[in-house]
């Protein structure tokens, strides 16, 4: 019998640690195409593209990718893949949030203050120090409502990134901590976020506070400024902040260039504006 995509994902997921997101998406997109050819494949991301954006299917196509390699390295399947179709995407010039706006979205949390929760929880405490830790410690949400009393050493955030097992150090900042601490003071189970919302609520929560403050994007964009306003004061440190492996995907997903160019250097100018090139 031949093995199969949902068959390769079990095995693969099996084999690391990984979020639960990451491995629900896994399994789900390993059993819409199933069949191991290139035929299917190819029809898979054919079929796809009717219904998601060219970049999701590109993303779709790397999972993919990555369990039928994965397979043959484990010799699981007895070839690589070969003849499978490339996806052209146009991505549009990566945003972030400026200090300024997030400064304005963290001085407005203290208008939920009495606001609760249904565990209780303040809802300014909470998204506070949503932000000001998905800010500082560039973790993605999965890590971010994972952490826990035992990742804080003194004025320190250790943690395991799930998606890669690699791990990141950071330190933070007074306020940070404070926020932190006052999540934890009230935790019912030594979490710093996760104990006070669920997922779908606490998106729903932060997108009407995003709305309050006139501000765009989602809390994704936390990650994405932090590595933005570390690159715009040491270029080329933005990877490092996101934990990223590849040293390019920083430049190309995460970093706002229309914000480090304020900060770029420039060669002197030759003429002034007033002058006459002639």
């Known amino acids: 019998m031949e093995i199969t995509f949902p068959e390769i994902a079990r095995q693969y997921l099996e084999s690391r640690v990984v979020s639960g997101t990451y491995d629900a998406n896994v399994r789900r997109i390993a059993g819409r195409c199933r069949v191991v050819t290139k035929e299917r494949f ?5 079929e796809r593209l009717k219904v998601i954006s060219p970049l999701t299917c590109r993303s779709e196509r790397t999972i993919l990718l990555t369990l039928w390699r994965w397979a043959y390295e484990n010799e699981l399947l007895p070839a690589m893949p070969r003849g499978i179709m490339r996806i052209k995407s146009r991505k549009l010039p990566t945003r972030a949030w400026t200090v300024e706006q997030l400064q304005h979205a963290i001085a407005m949390t203290a208008k939920c203050d009495t606001k609760r929760l249904r565990s209780g929880a303040s809802l300014g405490k909470f998204l506070r120090a949503w932000i000001l830790l998905g800010y500082e410690a560039g973790a993605r949400r999965g890590d971010l409502f994972a952490m ?3 990742h804080i050493d003194g004025d320190t955030l250790r943690w395991t990134q799930a998606k890669t097992g690699d791990p990141i150090v950071k330190v933070l900042s007074p306020a940070c901590l404070d926020a932190v601490a006052a999540m934890l003071a009230a935790s019912t189970d030594g979490s710093i976020l996760g104990w006070a919302c669920g997922r779908r609520m606490a998106m729903r929560h932060m997108r009407e ?12 964009w936390l990650r994405r400024s932090g590595a933005t306003h570390i690159e715009m004061v040491q270029p080329g440190k933005a990877s ?5 492996r590849t040293a390019t995907l920083a430049a190309q997903a995460y970093i706002d260039w229309g914000q480090v160019r304020k900060t770029t250097p420039v060669t002197p100018r030759l003429v002034e504006a007033n002058q006459s090139a002639g």
């Open 42 to 46: 190819n029809a898979y991301l054919q």
């Open 209 to 220: 506070h995003l709305d309050r403050c006139g501000l765009d994007g989602t809390s994704k």
């Open 240 to 244: 490092l902040h996101l934990g990223h």
């Open 148 to 150: 826990t009393r035992k």
